[in-house]
């Protein structure tokens, strides 16, 4: 498991985030965790950072920037609390608010990024995109 410290490192670049939806995903009523593994360099380590990185995405929806800042601190606060033993060295997360974020207890905050971050890396996580097999086909016309 990854030692965060007493700093999360965060993505920044547009690049990094586009990266991620493309990884493991974790849905849950306050929030959306999305993973990928770093790629290797040809020196054979990880560009940069060892650690864990983390990303934070509030959308306008969810309100004014006052609210979109609020909950944006909350998740920072849930995740330096839980990664230090739910992480793993080598991944960025980028982690989606939904409107639950704001008003769920901080120790439930908690108990779902724990449990989010352990199911994200079970290998029954969904990868990437919806998949469409589970969808009713296109309707035909005769």
Request: net charge positive.
């Amino acid at each position: 498991m990854a030692d965060v410290g007493g700093k999360l490192m965060i993505l920044k670049r547009r690049a990094e985030f586009l990266r991620c939806r493309a990884g493991l995903r974790w849905a849950s009523p306050g929030f959306v965790i999305e993973a990928k593994q770093r790629p290797i360099s040809a020196r054979g380590s990880q560009a940069g950072w060892v650690g864990p990185r983390f990303g934070f995405t509030v959308t306008k929806k969810l309100g004014n920037a006052v609210r979109r800042n609020r909950i944006r601190r909350r998740l920072k606060a849930v995740v330096k609390s839980v990664a230090p033993t739910t992480t793993l060295d080598g991944f960025d997360y980028v982690i989606i608010a939904r409107s639950g974020a704001e008003t769920f207890l901080f120790a439930t905050l908690e108990a779902e990024f724990a449990k989010a971050f352990g199911r994200v890396h079970q290998p029954g996580a969904q990868h990437g995109a919806k998949s469409r097999s589970n969808r009713a086909p296109p309707a035909t016309r005769a």
